[in-house]
């Protein structure tokens, strides 16, 4: 009888028992792990760049609207404000609801906020009318407004709005005067 290899019984060590730690299965055998980079691991990387650079880009953006915060003076009120100021004659009548006085990026800004119980065309055939054929006119479906840049740096702008749903179904001007800052001392 010859011995054919394949056919014998385990040899098992006297002094270790088969199968190891009881098990009645043989030891499993595991393939070896991959080689080179798995695709998750690919995206995963990809979304920390962007979650990264969105943290820095966020930051930046902050840092810039701090900066400006801090460069920016702000007043408001409720006292009268004179044609002189607006640099454009206030609607006959109208009644001034606030105004803000602001510094910012160089310029001087004062926005002032009035009402009226004349229709919207009134106050833009009035204003159309005050402001000349210079001013340049935008029509939207809540009224019109009129932007006269009057060179050396100060701009008029001139909105006119009414709703029937806001402000009782007044009109709303809302006056912006934009100059040139003053020059500050230290």
Known sequence: ??????????????????????????????????????????????VAIFVGLGIIGVAVVGYGVYKFARSAHMTTG????????LGVPIYPGAEQKAHVRMTIAGKDMLTATFLTTDSKDQVS??????????????????????????????????????????????????????TKAAAQSN
Do not use: C, W
């Not at 060590?13 to 030891?27: C, E, F, I, K």
């Not at 409720?78 to 100021?85: G, H, I």
């Not at 000349?132 to 008029?156: C, H, I, M, Q, Y």
């Open 125 to 178: 055939a009035f204003y159309q009318d005050k402001l000349g054929s210079d001013a340049r006119a935008n029509v939207n479906a809540n009224g019109e407004t009129f932007v006269l840049d009057k060179g050396t740096g100060e701009l008029l702008t001139v909105a006119i709005s009414s709703s029937i749903g806001l402000q009782g179904g007044k009109t709303q001007i809302v006056i912006v005067h934009a």
């Open 78 to 85: 409720t006292q009268p404000v004179s044609e002189s100021d």
């Open 1 to 46: 009888m010859t011995d054919i290899s394949g056919n014998q019984p385990p040899q098992v060590n006297p002094s270790q028992p088969y199968p190891p730690s009881g098990s009645p299965y043989p030891p499993a055998v595991y393939p070896p792990p991959p080689k080179g980079p798995s695709a998750l691991k690919i995206v995963l990387i990809i």
